[in-house]
Structures are given as C-alpha cells and as structure tokens.
Nanobody
Framework: QVQLVESGGGLVQAGGSLRLSCVVS??????????MGWFRQAPGKEREFVAG???????TVSADSVKGRFTISRDNAKNMYLRMNSLKPEDTAVYYC???????????????????WGQGTQVTVSS
C-alpha cells in the first residue's frame, strides 16, 4: 500500500524557515506519473491549497498567500519538498502532502483533485 510520509515540521519564530519533505514509501510507485501538492489545515478552517507541482516537475503553482515565500520541488527519488521562508504566524497549520495519478502535465489545486494523502506534519510559527 502506497503511503506518503511528511516530515520537517516544527516550531519556528516568525521570519524563520523550514523545509518539509514528503516521501513515497512504496518502491514500485510510478512517481513520475503523479502530480503532487501541499495543503494545510489550521484549527477550525478548511484544508487549503498551498502549492502544487506537475508530474514532470517543470510547472509549479503557489497560493497567493505563500507566493514568493514558499517553493515546491521534487526529485527523481520519490521525494517532494516545500521550502518555507519568511514564515508568519498565520502559516501555522498541519501541512499535508498529496498525490494523484495523471498522464497530463496539469498542476492540480483542489482537495478533491487528489486521492493519496499523508498523515500531516505540524508547523507552528510563533510571533
């Protein structure tokens, strides 16, 4: 069974940086056939899109709230990353990685687009 496993969350002061990682656990997973994304969910709020990357890794999309501060990337070893700079208290949330099988080069941006999810990693930004 395919599992997505996030890591890298933690407590950081405002203005600091973190890098989240998402690793695919299943060795036969055709990573290059999956579009990937990062979402986050703060207490009492709906899960929201943060950034997405297409299956070939040559196109990314970021939410306006993180544009210029967060960078999504992926490598050929079934890893996806979210580099987060200039963190703000409003970035505090549980961050989830997600994947969806695709044969297009589209970046997907909604929760319903994805069918594989990690368990989440907590990011807390103190003021």
């Amino acid at each position: 069974q395919v599992q997505l496993v996030e890591s890298g969350g933690g407590l950081v002061q405002a203005g600091g940086s973190l890098r989240l990682s998402c690793v695919v656990s299943e060795h036969t997973f055709s990573f290059n056939n999956y579009a990937m994304g990062w979402f986050r969910q703060a207490p009492g709020k709906e899960r929201e899109f943060v950034a997405g990357i297409n299956q070939s890794g040559d196109t990314t999309v970021s939410a306006d709230s993180v544009k210029g501060r967060f960078t999504i990337s992926r490598d050929n070893a079934k890893n996806m990353y979210l580099r987060m700079n200039s963190l703000k208290p409003e970035d505090t949330a549980v961050y989830y990685c997600a994947a969806v099988l695709t044969y297009t080069r589209v970046v997907y941006r909604t929760v319903n687009d994805y069918n594989l999810w990690g368990q989440g990693t907590q990011v807390t930004v103190s003021s």
